[in-house]
């Protein structure tokens, strides 16, 4: 069982022992956590007091007010913000106002909470900074040679967004389809744009899994008689909405009606999705996307071509980085998780001992280029 230190800072006596009396004995778990948080309280009453605690003790959570005799909260916000201590601030004050949120929140506060409160708001509020704080500080072991705790944290990361967007994306559908009967015609655009952004926070999810899989060892391949040229196709349909909309052509093209490998279902079509639609989005429009499978030499080559905005060298030499996007004045409205083309390239070389190869140039396009060796094939 793990404790956090919870500094209480108010000034009232019985808001500070109502705090104590429903935390002592309150724990967080979640299904995640390998253990229980309990939390070991500290109460003070001025803003001048909870630095000094601060400062001469570990102090993981601040429940702060704002009116303070003396230093008002806001001010030790921003103190504890400027010297950058490793803890969570929680606003809990009567004096709620939009411009003290705005405040409150600009200076690092993790969340605003007006009295009065119930001891189950409390308690929620208690469950969401403390998952919060874990996954901060998850956030600094994240490097290279921390891979356990870094795609741990993936997976919680992953976890934690799939509710709220499916909720937020239902309540957004709800309005937009008039079921409440409310007139939102004044707020279609921004409708579309947030349903929009939620689709593409979903695709960071899948992609975070994805990857999550595949560096942990624990994803179970089930290798079958794969039709690549198949898989093509559907991925070519899969991806017809966003071509139609920008008027781009997909073509493909094979060496035969059929070509078989020996390989995982669901990676072959991770591989080609990855490469058409990025195709698709990184293309002009009116373009063209080319998608080629071939068998020779040893080999089986795919490879796409598109007639789009193509790549500068700076942009290839960092392509296949773990949440990299390239980022320019052509690319700003393109949505896209980062992870794509590195866990294509994760796939193709790890799992099957191939290749993925690029070329581009800058305003004509760009040529993704795969090669799976034909010992695997059937």
Known sequence: MATLNVLIVDDEVGIRSGITRVLSNFAVDFPFLEEEFTFNLTEC???????????????????LDNKLPGMDGIDVLEHINKKKYDCCVMMITSYASLDLAVQATQNGAYNFVPKPFTPAELKTSMENITKHLYL????????????????????????????PINAIEGYLITMQERQAG?????????????IERIKGMRTLIMDLLDLTRLESGKKVRENTKVDLVEIARITKDTVSPLAIQKNVSVHIDSDADQIFLSA??????????NLISNAVKYNIDGGDVYCKIAQNNGLIKITVK????????????????????IKNEKTRAITGSGLGLSITKKIVEESYGGAIHVTSVPD?????????????SI
């Open 136 to 163: 901060k500080r998850m956030t600094k072991n994240l490097t290279d040679d921390g891979k356990e705790s870094r795609f741990r944290f993936l997976s919680i990361l992953s976890h934690e967004l799939k509710s």
């Open 364 to 376: 004509q396009g760009s040529t993704f280029t795969v090669e799976l060796p034909v010992k695997a």
């Open 306 to 325: 598109d007639t789009g905005i193509g790549m500068t060298a700076e942009d290839l030499s960092k392509l296949f980085g773990d949440f990299v996007r």
């Open 182 to 194: 409310n007139n939102l015609d004044d707020y279609e655009v921004m409708l579309n744009r947030c």
């Open 264 to 273: 995982d279902t669901e990676e072959i079509k991770i591989i080609f999705n």
């Open 45 to 63: 009453e001025s803003g001048e007091e909870a630095i000094r605690i601060i400062e001469s003790q570990p102090v993981d959570i601040v429940l």
